[in-house]
């Protein structure tokens, strides 16, 4: 994290944290400057207050689960996201439908068109599929509900501490989530960017304002490109991300999946002793980079 120093002749600078305490020289008039540190940004939550979070996917579970544990082995959080599987399947069925019915009226209107006209009647099977394929989307969309993602204190889910809430039912090119406290204040936007996930996926956190808290993105460009052509052979390119400080190439932390049978992942901010990232975005962000990301 960069530390502002001003000196008394009226140049100010950025300098690098691990100068914290030390005694610096002022470039433009000599004078000696102590580097303070900015005070350690206190977090809202017991829960939330430390620099590493373990989590474990729970499995033979319908919904998405998981445990968010400490160093130490105490568990801290419960977060659970819906899969909604029978709706699921019934819109599924419907746009089934959908899209069969809309192919037998194709099939009955070209034969009923005048066979010598094969281009009319290429236009218009093809027109009729392709209105069939659009239907049974927007079908299985407006039947799907919103997939949000909750935090709680424990499995009881008694209190629920967080949430992200799914902006859009569907999206074309970026997905986009809201993180929102217990009290339902508004604390980030994470969208992803789809495009820029071809060869190597990103996420942007972004404040309520507009302004870019960090960006996670996958660990290697040389590791995501060989994730895209051979896939994660068997564990040993197992997807991680590093989070970046917004506008630079800073690392504040990392999520990595350990390598395990079952999914455990370790979200890593040790790289961000101040803690300018608020550990609930963090945390936030780590889960989606996971469900989010289908993994």
């Not at 000599?30 to 499995?59: I, M, N, S, W, Y």
């Not at 069969?100 to 009955?108: D, K, R």
């Not at 066979?115 to 392709?130: A, D, M, N, T």
Request: proline content about 3%.
């Amino acid at each position: 994290m960069a530390i502002g120093v001003r000196c008394t002749c009226g140049q100010s600078y950025q300098l690098k944290d691990e100068l914290a305490g030390k005694l610096v020289k002022c470039p433009a008039c000599g004078a000696e400057l102590r580097v303070t540190a900015p005070e350690r940004r206190p977090q809202a939550d017991t829960a939330f207050d430390r620099d590493k979070f373990l989590l474990r996917q729970k499995h033979l579970a319908i919904d998405e689960k998981y445990y968010v544990w400490d160093e130490e082995g105490r568990m801290l959080l419960f977060v659970e996201r819906p899969v909604f599987l029978l709706r699921a399947i019934l819109a599924l069925l419907v746009a089934v439908v959908a899209a069969v019915v809309f192919l037998i009226a194709a099939i009955a209107l070209v034969t009923v068109l005048d066979p010598e006209s094969k281009v009319l009647v290429l236009v218009v099977g093809i027109s009729l599929v392709v209105c069939g394929g659009f239907a049974a989307l927007a079908l299985w969309t407006l039947m799907m509900p919103k997939r949000h993602v909750s935090f709680y204190r424990d499995d009881s889910r008694q209190e629920r501490l967080l949430e992200i809430l799914q902006d859009k039912k569907f999206w074309l090119w970026k997905a986009t989530y809201s993180v929102r406290d217990a009290a339902g204040i508004p604390l980030a936007n994470l969208h992803k960017n789809y495009l820029y996930s071809i060869f190597r996926k990103r996420w942007d956190c972004i404040t309520p304002d507009g302004a870019t808290v960090c960006v996670a993105r996958e660990d290697s460009l040389i590791l995501s490109l060989l994730r895209r052509f051979i896939g994660p052979l068997f564990g040993v390119l197992r997807t991680n991300f590093v989070i970046m400080a917004a506008d630079t190439d800073r690392v504040i932390g990392e999520f990595n999946r350990n390598f395990t049978i079952l999914d455990k992942y370790v979200l890593n901010l040790n790289h961000d002793p101040q803690r300018t990232l608020d550990r609930r975005i963090a945390l936030a962000l780590g889960v989606m980079l996971d469900t989010g990301e289908k993994r």
